[in-house]
């Protein structure tokens, strides 16, 4: 994570190193980013980054942080709807508001590509530890609404059931990257059948 140093800098400052980094990390896999190229693009002395930064890994975790709260953020608006949805429609909704996001956002979408397919195991394990943190929290308060609206059982464990939910999201991140989806039709299929597992279980 960034040093304090770097959120001291002005707002613009911060952007422009920011968007600087993204790009390098959008457009090349993470090997072939230097913090050379990554200073000349932000016009910033090299110096200036570690003062910032620790190395690559660090700026690169906290853009996929930022990553992260942008669309915990974009989720969590919809949640204003849970009260006109069962769990079932809203799980779907859910799940397919945050496939669009991540298909609209090009940079976004270029990272997440490169993190599952160009990453270091150790960096990329580091992330994920994250990605289930913002998501649990996330699965946590629809779980526990849908408690209490009686559509799910009452003594259901909230904290393994949104670990469950959250695997599955990077499970299927990780498959779409791989297997290079492009279609809406072959997104939605995906997520059709693990809402079914989710909604049916596996037993006959």
Known sequence: MPKQTFFNLPDKKKKKIINSAMKEFSEKSFKKVTID???????????????????????????????LQEKKKELKSIMVILDKMTFSDFMRHMFLKGIEFDLEKQELSSLRE????????????????DMIIHSN?????????????GELKKDLNIELTANILSSMIIFFSKKMTKENYKSKEDIYNVVENMLSVIE?????
């Open 37 to 67: 190229n990554i200073v000349e693009r932000a016009d910033i002395p090299k110096g200036s980054f570690y003062a910032y930064f620790k190395n690559k890994e660090d700026i690169y975790h906290h853009l996929y942080d930022l990553m």
């Open 114 to 129: 490169k993190f599952f397919l160009k990453t270091s195991q150790d960096l990329r394990e580091e992330i994920i530890d």
């Open 137 to 149: 929290e996330i699965f946590s308060e629809i779980l526990e609404y849908y408690v209490k609206k």
């Open 200 to 204: 049916n279980g596996i037993k006959k």
